[in-house]
Every structure is written in structure tokens, then in C-alpha cells.
């Protein structure tokens, strides 16, 4: 049986790309495109701004290359951008409005029933505020703290908390809603 040193095989890919294959870069897009389009997807409501962002994200990888330092995953430093791009692209549409409340709810940890669908859940968590959106996304899908959020979007670190709080309250009660919904009783 051969082992492949995947690490390595990636490595030698970026270098590649870095000097300007265009075959390497057309793998590595192909290798990491469908899940950062997932990534911009968590910010962006719309599949083809998605898209979108997802495609000047790589530009910026593209671009940046030379950057990576082989420090962490490749992986991570991808999604990192296309992190960025989003929140970029959801700033420029000037849509964001941070309600500046340094009371908040402590975090309950109540978990989304697991009888609701993927899409379900997607849906509902596009349907939030804009900036309740992105503070959920980077706390709970990402893991960043709430330093760290306060840093990159600009706000207090009490205001991340609150638009969490707030987020989870309102995909609680929508989660509520759809449940009495599908037992009929509403």
C-alpha cells in the first residue's frame, strides 16, 4: 500500500500556482471552490453574489499567494478570505446596521432540532438582520470570540453579544414556529 503525503502534494501545488500555473490554480480553485462558495454562501443571501464573492476571493488568493506562509491549513487561510470578502461585500450594500446595546442575554446553548432540514435552517438564518447574520455566522459557524468579531466588524465586543443574543432569539422563535407549523398547531 502507498501513503500519500497529501501536505506535501498540496505544497508543491501552491508552488506551482504561485508561479503562474495555470493548471495548478485551476486545481486548487476546483479543490477548495465548493466549499468556500458555502462560506461566502453563510453571508451572502443571494447564490449568484455568492458566487461572486467567492470568485474575487480567489482573486485576492490568487493575488495574495505569496502571503500563505505554510503556517496552519491552507484551508483555513482560503476561508479566512473569503470571510473578509463577504463582510467587504455585505459593507459596500451599506445593509448592515449594528444596534449599538452593550446589554445582552448570557448565551443559552439551546440546540436547533435536528429535525429540521439544512435548508431550513439556511433559510432562516438568511432571513435575519443583516448584522445579527454575520455576528452568528462568525460566533457560531466560524468560532471566532467575541474580540475578535468586535475587531472585524468594527462594533463593541457587548454589541457582538448582543446581535448573537438577539440572532438566537429569533431563530429560536422562527425554529418555534416552524415546529407548531408542522404539528398543526398554528
Given at each position: 500500500?502507498?501513503?500519500?503525503?497529501?501536505?506535501?502534494?498540496?505544497?508543491?501545488?501552491?508552488?506551482?500556482?504561485?508561479?503562474?500555473?495555470?493548471?495548478?490554480?485551476h486545481?486548487?480553485?476546483?479543490q477548495?471552490?465548493?466549499?468556500?462558495l458555502?462560506?461566502?454562501?453563510?453571508?451572502?443571501?443571494?447564490?449568484?453574489?455568492?458566487?461572486?464573492?467567492?470568485?474575487?476571493?480567489?482573486?485576492?488568493?490568487?493575488?495574495?499567494?505569496?502571503?500563505?506562509?505554510?503556517?496552519?491549513?491552507?484551508?483555513?487561510?482560503?476561508?479566512?478570505?473569503?470571510i473578509?470578502?463577504?463582510?467587504?461585500?455585505?459593507?459596500?450594500k451599506?445593509?448592515?446596521?449594528?444596534?449599538?446595546?452593550?446589554?445582552?442575554?448570557?448565551?443559552?446553548?439551546?440546540?436547533?432540532?435536528?429535525?429540521?432540514?439544512l435548508?431550513?435552517?439556511?433559510?432562516?438564518?438568511?432571513?435575519?438582520?443583516?448584522?445579527?447574520?454575520?455576528?452568528?455566522?462568525?460566533?457560531?459557524?466560524?468560532?471566532?470570540?467575541?474580540?475578535?468579531?468586535?475587531?472585524?466588524?468594527g462594533?463593541?465586543?457587548?454589541?457582538?453579544?448582543?446581535?448573537?443574543?438577539r440572532?438566537?432569539?429569533?431563530?429560536?422563535?422562527?425554529?418555534?414556529?416552524?415546529k407548531?407549523?408542522?404539528?398543526?398547531?398554528?
Open positions: 500500500m502507498k501513503v500519500v503525503n497529501l501536505h506535501h502534494e498540496e505544497k508543491k501545488l501552491i508552488e506551482h500556482a504561485l508561479n503562474n500555473n495555470r493548471h495548478a490554480q486545481q486548487l480553485y476546483s477548495f471552490a465548493p466549499k468556500m458555502s462560506v461566502c454562501r453563510q453571508y451572502v443571501k443571494d447564490l449568484q453574489q455568492a458566487e461572486d464573492v467567492m470568485i474575487t476571493g480567489f482573486m485576492k488568493v490568487f493575488t495574495n499567494l505569496k502571503n500563505f506562509e505554510h503556517k496552519g491549513s491552507f484551508e483555513g487561510w482560503i476561508r479566512k478570505i473569503m473578509n470578502e463577504s463582510i467587504s461585500f455585505i459593507r459596500a451599506k445593509e448592515v446596521k449594528f444596534m449599538e446595546d452593550e446589554s445582552f442575554f448570557e448565551d443559552s446553548h439551546n440546540s436547533i432540532e435536528s429535525q429540521l432540514l435548508d431550513d435552517i439556511q433559510f432562516l438564518i438568511d432571513n435575519l438582520p443583516e448584522g445579527y447574520k454575520m455576528v452568528f455566522n462568525l460566533y457560531v459557524i466560524e468560532g471566532f470570540k467575541h474580540q475578535e468579531i468586535a475587531q472585524m466588524l462594533i463593541t465586543e457587548g454589541t457582538s453579544k448582543s446581535q448573537l443574543s440572532a438566537r432569539e429569533m431563530l429560536q422563535t422562527q425554529i418555534q414556529r416552524l407548531n407549523y408542522s404539528y398543526g398547531t398554528e
